[in-house]
């Protein structure tokens, strides 16, 4: 006959059973950035940030977790919040390439602090927070997609663009489909708005998606400016 577990020993074990379920177990990360022009050309409008309109070109949307069947995790530790005192150094940046546009108008930490606190610390054993916003960063810098688009002759013109053309000079580029995602301008019409690329579990290199995000795309879609 088995002999029970001690009570006092479960209760030892229990706070090291919520570090392993806390464990990165999720697939792979989306790395996704948003055209500004699609976000502010809409209805709802946008607010610019306090520190001014952001420059003409896609900002960071999040850095999320996912796993392999389409799903995600989110709020993972909801005693770990947002500290900007610990990226006090990646600020500067972070206002240039993953600037807020919701309103009212702010500085970006709110919006910096929902994105941590829903998606990167579901990433926490592999990324603290200050990893976390770096690693956006340096995707940022590898995965310039505003370039990537001129360069064939894909620009914010307000012109109308084939969801092919644009898929295919991001992967022609990078080595990997991307994700489109679109929205609807105060017209209806169906514009370029998120583009989203797979990145290992590391949060490091590009990978092809196990799954993409579902997304209402015509087949031409409008470029807007900014």
Not at 27 to 45: D, E, H, I, L, R
Not at 159 to 172: F, L, P
Not at 219 to 226: A, L, Q
Request: negative net charge; contains cysteine.
């Amino acid at each position: 006959m088995k002999t029970p577990t001690p009570l006092p020993l479960i209760l030892l074990l229990l706070p090291l059973l919520a570090i392993v379920s806390t464990a990165q177990d999720f697939g792979f990360f989306y790395f996704v950035q948003q055209w500004p022009g699609s976000y502010c050309n809409t209805a709802k409008s946008c607010c610019y940030p306090t520190t001014g309109k952001p420059a003409a070109d896609f900002g960071i949307h999040g850095l999320w977790p996912n796993y392999n069947d389409g799903s995600y995790p989110s709020n993972c530790d909801p005693d770990n919040f947002y500290d900007e005192s610990k990226i006090t150094d990646l600020i500067a940046a972070m206002q240039a390439e993953w600037p807020t546009l919701a309103c009212p108008s702010g500085d970006g930490s709110k919006f910096w602090s929902h994105e941590w606190e829903k998606h990167g610390t579901c990433s926490e054993s592999i990324l603290d927070e200050h990893s976390y916003f770096e690693a956006a960063l340096d995707l940022k810098k590898q995965v310039d997609l505003l370039q990537i688009l001129k360069g064939a002759g894909i620009n914010p013109d307000d012109g109308s663009y084939s969801v092919r053309s644009i898929s295919r000079a991001i992967k022609d580029a990078t080595g990997f489909t991307p994700g489109i995602e679109c929205n609807v301008d105060e017209s209806g019409d169906t514009q370029l708005y998120q583009v989203y690329i797979c990145v290992d579990a590391n949060g490091k290199d590009l990978i092809e998606c196990p799954v993409y995000p579902r997304s209402k795309c015509s087949s031409s879609v409008e470029f807007p400016s900014f």
